[in-house]
Every structure is written in structure tokens, then in C-alpha cells.
């Protein structure tokens, strides 16, 4: 089997498990019990990869991770805001 081919799989995999939590955010706003430095990480890697697939001319990498940023994304701003606006 292709690799690329592997590689799109494993991509929308990880995409989709973000979404549920991403969801449950958006519908509640409640963030209280996520770590922000899990997020922060997260997107800082995802990022990471998506340079990486880049340099490497690997579209499934690219894609991915950078679909994966989108959900990802999202929670690392919502725990932002929420903590912005506690203080």
C-alpha cells in the first residue's frame, strides 16, 4: 500500500478525535478541567509537522496536521479566552 495512502488514515483519524472535544466546547464553553500547556504543545507540534511535510513535500502530512490545527486550534483559543476573561 502506498505510504501517502497510510498517511491520509492516520491523518483523518487524528482529526477526527479532536472533534468531539472541540464540539463539547463549543456547545458548554467550559473549559475549566482542559490543560492549556496539553493545547499549547499540541498546536506548537502540529505546526511542527505541517513545516515539516512541507519541507519533506508530503501532502498527507500537510494536510493532517493542518486539518487537525482547525479543532485543535479552536480549544487552545476558547482556553485563552476563558482565562483571560476569569482574571
Known amino acids: ?4 495512502i497510510i498517511g491520509f488514515i492516520a491523518g483523518a483519524a487524528t ?8 464540539i463539547k466546547l463549543i456547545r458548554t464553553g467550559k473549559t475549566r478541567d ?3 500547556w ?8 502540529l505546526l511542527l509537522w505541517v513545516i ?3 519541507q519533506k513535500d508530503s501532502l498527507s502530512l500537510i ?8 479543532p485543535n486550534g479552536t ?4 482556553l485563552v479566552y476563558q482565562r483571560i476573561r476569569a482574571k
Not at 38 to 45: F, I, K, P
Not at 64 to 70: C, P, T
Open 52 to 54: 515539516y511535510g512541507i
Open 63 to 70: 494536510a493532517a496536521n493542518g486539518i487537525s490545527l482547525l
Open 34 to 36: 482542559l490543560s492549556i
Open 38 to 45: 496539553t493545547y499549547l504543545l499540541l498546536n506548537a507540534g
Open 1 to 4: 500500500m502506498n505510504p501517502e
Open 15 to 22: 482529526c477526527l478525535a479532536s472533534l468531539p472535544q472541540a
Open 75 to 78: 480549544i487552545l483559543i476558547m
